[in-house]
């Protein structure tokens, strides 16, 4: 059975690109979270995503930043007009809902977002 | 609201010696608490979680933790360690109910091993 995948494992932009990040769940699982790390700091929750529906976003920035979990496919980070401070590690974990609250979350290896 | 607070960003340790990781939780409903481990340029690994059966929790790699509600602390514990258990240690509360169900965690604990 998978893990949850990411790729790339590593990204390089330059300010101004845009960069894309995907996850795919551990099968089974339906819910999707993105978190961010920073060096030297813990990981920051960003977006909580179920099959075609946000769920929380709070820890999202409010521009540049979107992200999406369709039907069919990947869930997708997406950064508009990256700046420096964007670079970071990118981390997504999946479960299998939240019926019982305390389920595990799975994390994947993580993008590592480069702005040059 | 929750917040996680671990003590000390980086610990040395002697081989064999114990480990103590120290981390202190804010929740005004019960928690529930994990560790996670993270080896350079890695994801993250669960180490062990309490989900309330328990106040004393099992994880792999010889690890435990103790949750003490009167103390708000959930410190992470190993009896010897071992070269392979330098890592990056996370504490981790989960959001309980609701909609939410992002975890909040702490700044994370440097563990190094000298032989």
């Known amino acids: 059975n998978a893990g949850v995948m990411q790729n790339p494992r590593h990204l390089v932009r330059r300010r101004g690109q845009e960069a894309r990040l995907r996850c795919s769940p551990m099968?089974?699982?339906?819910?999707v979270y993105w978190y961010r790390q920073l060096p030297e700091e813990g990981l920051k929750f960003m977006v909580y995503?179920?099959?075609?529906?946000?769920?929380?976003e709070s820890g999202m920035p409010k521009e540049r930043f979107s992200a999406e979990f369709p039907k069919e496919g990947p869930s997708i980070l997406r950064i508009q007009q990256v700046v420096r401070g964007d670079s970071a590690a990118y981390f997504c974990?999946?479960?299998?809902?939240?019926?019982?609250?305390?389920?595990?979350?799975?994390f994947g290896p993580g993008t590592r977002l480069t702005v040059l | 609201a929750q917040s996680v607070t671990q003590l000390g960003s980086h610990v040395s340790v002697s081989e064999g010696a114990l480990v103590l990781l120290r981390c202190n939780y804010s929740?005004?409903?019960?928690?529930?608490l994990f560790w996670y481990v993270q080896y350079p340029n890695q994801g993250l690994q669960l180490l062990l979680k309490?989900?309330?059966?328990?106040?004393l929790v099992k994880g792999i790699n010889g690890f435990e933790a103790e949750f003490k509600k009167s103390e708000t602390s959930f410190h992470l514990t190993k009896p010897s360690a071992h070269m392979s258990d330098a890592a990056e240690y996370f504490c981790?509360?989960?959001?309980?109910?609701?909609?939410?169900?992002?975890?909040?965690f702490g700044k994370g604990t440097k563990l190094s091993v000298k032989p």
């Open positions: 974990a999946s479960s299998p809902g939240t019926m019982t609250s305390y389920n595990e979350q799975f």
């Open positions: 099968k089974g699982h339906s819910h």
């Open positions: 995503l179920q099959k075609e529906n946000i769920i929380d």
């Open positions: 929740s005004s409903v019960p928690p529930y």
């Open positions: 309490y989900t309330s059966a328990a106040t």
């Open positions: 981790a509360v989960r959001v309980y109910g609701g909609s939410q169900g992002n975890l909040i």
